[in-house]
């Protein structure tokens, strides 16, 4: 059955006057609807931890049946009068029942198209294999069959329905608010603890929400970065992934980073600076690819996610990758996955890493033991280059950065900034699809005047050398060439 009806189905019990004040009913309800694709590894426990986050040492399987007896006698009423004519049934069967088979049911939760009375008398009879009356069995099919053709109806309209579809969304005070390409309103979320840190609200939404077809069913998800308001500009608590449906239904959460012991017990807090999202392929759903840094620290994770939200591998660098992107660099109709930013194990210089998606794996090596992830294998990077720093950079800051890569034409480029606060004082840098440099030059004339306007008083007075510009084509490659430094190609003048 179409997951999005069945969604709708959910919404419209939960948004019912049977469940207005059934608040833990339907949090147990939106529970088991997260879950209904991964039924087999559902819990007691994970409910117990849903339901009830403050009373785990308390609660028990018992109080978990207790509840679902409960959601099912809920239902039961909703369907008497409200979801009479609703198109689906939502069927919470017993899971202590045992079938005619010797078998013991073991799903939470069941959705059916209304009418077919035979399955729902399934999960109510003592015996599971008793059959109506053999007067009755032909209306039944008829019955079966043209509710079925009804349902059919329903689910192709509605999938043929123009719905509204997310298009952007702005933070207002503490609401996240989703809006259509008209500028219309579609839904909102409240934070009451608010967003933060301060650079949260100085981006506002952009940059913390995509809109991605997951599924590829022509439904855009959308993927929302929550970072909630902590004290000063530092981050407390670690950023949340939340994930919704076109209609604002919380589908999941992700939560970045895990304990290191490199840490010497300072706590897990992760920031989220990047998402992209992995076309689907023939042999695989799309996928998600996070980057989350470690606050205040050094290390850096980028985790891959399947749709639902379930981490599937994870590469650790010692540093910031805070910028991401996507693209076939080799032209073989397949990603990689490029990420910029900062190399704490290489003199903190600005860094590239590409990484092939079904390789994402390990830890990068470090040449500063201080600044080496133990534990994790070593990792296998397709490339990895480093930037030299300017005597400006050294003069004035503990390192440069590498921002926005991107593939223009084949041509990979990206800017590393020589100036940190603020940022500017901006390298280009361009290579082709060989990974041959064929650009790097100052942009526009504020990397030169700072230059000279920092260097006028000092002891070491001079203005920018053609030295000093030739070093900037001296890119390091750690991985991925046949020698220490990239190779320059036809530069643009």
């Given at each position: 059955?179409?997951?999005?009806?069945?969604g709708?189905?959910?919404?419209?019990?939960?948004?019912?006057?049977?469940f207005a004040s059934?608040?833990?009913?339907?949090?147990?309800?939106e529970?088991?609807?997260?879950?209904?694709?991964?039924q087999d590894?559902l819990?007691a426990?994970?409910v117990i931890?849903?339901?009830?986050?403050t009373?785990t040492r308390?609660?028990?399987?018992?109080?978990?049946?207790?509840e679902?007896n409960?959601?099912?006698?809920?239902?039961k009423?909703?369907y008497?009068?409200?979801g009479?004519?609703?198109?689906?049934?939502i069927?919470l069967?017993?899971?202590?029942m045992?079938l005619g088979?010797?078998?013991?049911?073991?799903?939470?939760?069941?959705?059916?198209p209304?009418?077919?009375t035979?399955?729902?008398a399934r999960w109510?009879?003592p015996d599971p294999?008793?059959?109506p009356?053999?007067?009755r069995k032909t209306?039944?099919?008829?019955a079966?069959f043209t509710?079925?053709?009804?349902?059919?109806?329903?689910?192709s309209l509605?999938?043929?329905?123009?719905?509204?579809?997310p298009?952007?969304?702005r933070?207002?005070?503490?609401?996240l608010r989703?809006?259509?390409a008209?500028?219309?309103e579609?839904?909102?979320?409240?934070?009451p603890e608010?967003?933060?840190?301060?650079?949260?609200?100085?981006k506002?939404a952009?940059?913390?929400?995509w809109?991605?077809?997951?599924?590829?069913?022509?439904?855009?998800s959308?993927?929302?970065?929550y970072?909630p308001a902590g004290?000063?500009?530092?981050?407390t608590?670690?950023?949340?992934l939340i994930?919704?449906s076109?209609?604002?239904r919380?589908?999941?959460r992700?939560?970045?980073g895990?304990?290191l012991?490199?840490f010497?017990?300072s706590?897990a807090?992760?920031?989220?600076?990047?998402?992209v999202v992995?076309?689907a392929?023939?042999?695989?759903?799309?996928?998600?690819?996070?980057?989350?840094?470690?606050w205040p620290?050094w290390?850096n994770?980028?985790?891959i996610?399947?749709?639902?939200?379930?981490e599937?591998s994870?590469?650790?660098h010692s540093?910031?990758?805070?910028h991401l992107?996507?693209a076939?660099?080799?032209?073989n109709?397949?990603?990689?996955?490029v990420a910029?930013?900062v190399?704490?194990?290489?003199?903190h210089?600005?860094?590239?890493v590409?990484l092939d998606?079904?390789?994402?794996?390990g830890?990068?090596?470090e040449v500063?033991?201080?600044f080496?992830?133990?534990g994790m294998?070593a990792?296998q990077e397709?490339?990895?280059?480093l930037f030299?720093r300017?005597?400006?950079?050294?003069?004035l800051?503990q390192?440069n950065?590498?921002?926005?890569?991107?593939?223009?034409?084949?041509s990979l480029?990206?800017?590393v900034a020589?100036?940190?606060?603020?940022l500017g004082?901006?390298?280009?840098?361009e290579f082709?699809?060989n990974?041959?440099l064929?650009?790097a030059?100052a942009g526009?004339?504020e990397?030169?005047?700072?230059h000279?306007?920092?260097?006028q008083?000092s002891?070491?007075?001079?203005?920018l050398s053609?030295?000093?510009?030739?070093a900037?084509?001296k890119?390091r490659?750690?991985?991925?060439?046949?020698s220490e430094f990239v190779?320059?190609g036809?530069?643009?003048p």
């Amino acid at each position: 059955m179409d997951s999005n009806a069945i969604g709708d189905q959910i919404d419209r019990i939960l948004h019912s006057r049977a469940f207005a004040s059934k608040k833990q009913l339907r949090k147990l309800l939106e529970v088991l609807f997260r879950n209904f694709d991964l039924q087999d590894a559902l819990t007691a426990d994970q409910v117990i931890r849903e339901l009830w986050p403050t009373e785990t040492r308390t609660k028990r399987s018992a109080d978990v049946a207790t509840e679902m007896n409960r959601l099912r006698h809920a239902l039961k009423s909703y369907y008497e009068v409200e979801g009479a004519h609703d198109p689906i049934v939502i069927i919470l069967p017993n899971r202590a029942m045992t079938l005619g088979s010797g078998a013991q049911e073991r799903q939470w939760i069941v959705a059916q198209p209304h009418g077919e009375t035979d399955d729902v008398a399934r999960w109510r009879s003592p015996d599971p294999q008793a059959s109506p009356p053999r007067g009755r069995k032909t209306v039944v099919a008829v019955a079966a069959f043209t509710v079925a053709l009804g349902i059919v109806a329903y689910v192709s309209l509605r999938i043929l329905a123009a719905r509204p579809r997310p298009q952007f969304g702005r933070l207002d005070g503490t609401v996240l608010r989703i809006m259509g390409a008209e500028g219309q309103e579609l839904w909102s979320k409240n934070f009451p603890e608010g967003f933060g840190p301060d650079w949260y609200y100085q981006k506002g939404a952009e940059g913390h929400i995509w809109f991605e077809d997951l599924e590829g069913k022509g439904h855009a998800s959308v993927l929302f970065v929550y970072s909630p308001a902590g004290g000063d500009t530092a981050a407390t608590r670690s950023s949340t992934l939340i994930c919704y449906s076109d209609r604002g239904r919380e589908k999941w959460r992700w939560t970045p980073g895990k304990e290191l012991p490199e840490f010497n017990g300072s706590r897990a807090t992760f920031s989220t600076s990047a998402v992209v999202v992995l076309k689907a392929t023939e042999r695989r759903p799309a996928w998600i690819v996070v980057s989350s840094q470690h606050w205040p620290w050094w290390a850096n994770q980028i985790a891959i996610l399947d749709s639902n939200g379930k981490e599937i591998s994870e590469y650790w660098h010692s540093g910031a990758l805070s910028h991401l992107t996507l693209a076939d660099l080799d032209g073989n109709g397949k990603e990689e996955i490029v990420a910029a930013g900062v190399a704490n194990g290489y003199d903190h210089q600005a860094t590239l890493v590409v990484l092939d998606p079904d390789r994402v794996f390990g830890a990068s090596t470090e040449v500063r033991p201080d600044f080496q992830i133990h534990g994790m294998g070593a990792a296998q990077e397709r490339l990895r280059l480093l930037f030299p720093r300017s005597d400006l950079n050294r003069a004035l800051f503990q390192y440069n950065v590498a921002m926005e890569p991107s593939v223009v034409h084949g041509s990979l480029r990206l800017t590393v900034a020589e100036c940190i606060t603020p940022l500017g004082c901006d390298i280009w840098y361009e290579f082709d699809k060989n990974f041959r440099l064929i650009a790097a030059f100052a942009g526009g004339d504020e990397f030169r005047s700072t230059h000279n306007r920092f260097f006028q008083t000092s002891k070491n007075a001079h203005t920018l050398s053609p030295e000093e510009q030739a070093a900037f084509l001296k890119v390091r490659c750690l991985v991925g060439c046949k020698s220490e430094f990239v190779t320059v190609g036809n530069l643009v003048p």
